[in-house]
């Protein structure tokens, strides 16, 4: 007989199927007793009784510890009561796998015993609902763009030199040389828009972050469009328009996930545009009104992310950023030559930053002098050069950082539970 997933019990009433997963919970009562099954689709309930099956399959229930596998046979019976709106009713049961002693229980870990043992942890139900909903924001971001046009274009993870700043660089031995992770695909992307006019990547990108923030990973994912002839406003709006289709795929389809998370999913709903749109100078108003220490050229830290974000109840632009602060690549206001157009996405409810993006130089001369000021090496950059001495164009576009943008619209309080197996600065295990 061929396994079918609990998913799709609803089609087998009074059939006999099978059905293989994992134990969640067991239950005991004399002559009837309860598994709790799970296989990824779903969870049901099975009932293996004494009248119903022999002395042996009866007794296999006293081996059957939490996440024991198994795999059943019996009849499905439609039970409103029961999870999942079904149940079966044992004829068969083979234990797969034992799992004595499971380690992770209902009683309450501590973060780092969960994180130390993350690849058994990502079965329990919590995490199970983050990964989905993980699963529709990459789903969603990527057809939203496929939509369009887009073509997925990915770039390089060994690279030659630093996109976004010297100090946060992976150095690797590349046989007689060094290499160092990339830390966006964006300079690859820039190549390809020139090939393809909208181009995406989508990839785990690496900084070596000292810092020990709720949102800092030294691994993690993008995707990153890029778009030829495109303005500083259009941006702005396809990154709106990106945001709010991510948004309404994950209320469509995973608003059982939110709930799981306890996620205020009105919020979410309530969510739309246009987004307000603040320039850097009046942010740094805004919060010197607020009594914040920050000065005109200041970077924002986290704490000024978060009293912009509560300001309001949709993600925030904050635009046209101090040139000094930003990456070389940025392209100067025309109007303000101290400013560059780069723009930042902030989340709401104190979420802070999940998308990066702007302009980039498209002039050859400007270019060169910029990557000089940041004391960057010419050479390794010649191929990026080329991309201006043959048919420059204006472009632009993004990168949505994965794990932040999953941690605000799963309501989570750290990016470590956004993604499989966190890397940190003191974390590489499992
Ligand atoms: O703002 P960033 O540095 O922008 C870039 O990398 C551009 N080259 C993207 C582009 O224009 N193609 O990073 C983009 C996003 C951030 O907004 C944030 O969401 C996420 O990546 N991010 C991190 N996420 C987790 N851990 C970190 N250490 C992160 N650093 C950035
Ligand atoms: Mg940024």
Redesign the pocket.
């Known amino acids: 007989m061929e396994r079918i997933w609990i998913e799709e019990l609803d089609k087998h009433d009074g059939q006999k199927v099978k059905v293989a997963g994992w134990v969640f919970n067991k239950r005991s009562g004399g002559k009837i007793k309860f598994l709790l099954l799970r296989d990824g689709s779903g969870v049901c309930q099975a009932i293996l009784s004494k009248f119903d099956v022999d002395e042996e399959t009866f007794e296999k229930h006293k081996d059957i510890s939490l996440e024991a596998s198994i795999v059943i046979e019996g009849i499905v019976k439609k039970e409103e009561k029961a999870a999942g709106g079904f149940e079966i009713l044992i004829e068969n049961l083979e234990v797969i796998g034992k799992s004595e002693n499971y380690p992770i229980g209902k009683k309450e870990h501590g973060v780092e015993f969960l994180l130390d043992k993350r690849h058994l942890w990502l079965r329990s139900t919590k995490q199970r609902a983050i990964m989905k909903i993980r699963h529709e924001i990459i789903k969603a971001s990527r057809d939203f763009l496929n939509n369009l046009g887009f073509i997925n274009v990915d770039s390089p993870i060994f690279t030659p030199s630093a996109?976004?700043g010297t100090t946060?660089l992976f150095e690797v031995d590349y046989f007689d040389e060094k290499a160092y992770l990339s830390?966006?695909?964006?300079l690859y992307?820039e190549a390809s828009v020139m090939a393809h006019g909208r181009v995406y990547c989508f990839g785990p990108?690496f900084?070596a972050?000292k810092?020990k923030t709720r949102?800092?990973?030294?691994e993690?994912w993008?995707i990153?469009?890029?778009i030829a002839f495109i303005d500083f406003d259009q941006n702005m709006q396809l990154i709106e328009e990106m945001t709010l289709y991510i948004l309404k795929k994950v209320i469509e389809n995973r608003e059982n996930e939110l709930n799981i998370l306890e996620r205020d999913v009105e919020f979410l709903k309530n969510i739309k545009g246009p987004f307000p749109r603040i320039s850097y100078t009046e942010a740094i108003e805004i919060l010197k009104e607020k009594g914040h220490e920050i000065e005109w050229g200041g970077d924002f830290g986290a704490p000024d992310e978060t009293v912009l974000t509560e300001m309001f109840k949709t993600p925030i632009f904050v635009h046209r950023f101090p040139a000094k602060i930003k990456?070389f690549?940025m392209k100067n206001d025309p109007e303000n030559e101290e400013l560059a157009l780069g723009v930042?996405?902030l989340a709401p409810e104190g979420y802070g930053?999940?998308?990066?993006?702007?302009i980039r130089e498209e002039n050859l001369e400007i270019l060169k002098k910029k990557l000089k000021e940041h004391n960057l090496p010419l050479e390794s950059f010649q191929w990026f050069l080329d991309l201006r001495e043959y048919g420059t164009v204006p472009h632009?576009?993004?990168?949505?950082?994965?794990?932040?943008?999953v941690s605000w619209i799963c309501g989570i309080n750290h990016?470590r539970e956004a993604i499989p197996f966190p890397r940190t600065i003191y974390r590489l295990i499992p």
């Open positions: 996109c976004e946060t830390q966006s695909g964006q992307n990108v900084r972050e810092s949102r800092h990973l030294t993690f993008q990153e469009p890029e990456a690549y930042d996405m930053e999940i998308v990066g993006g702007g632009g576009g993004f990168g949505m950082g994965i794990e932040r943008t990016v």
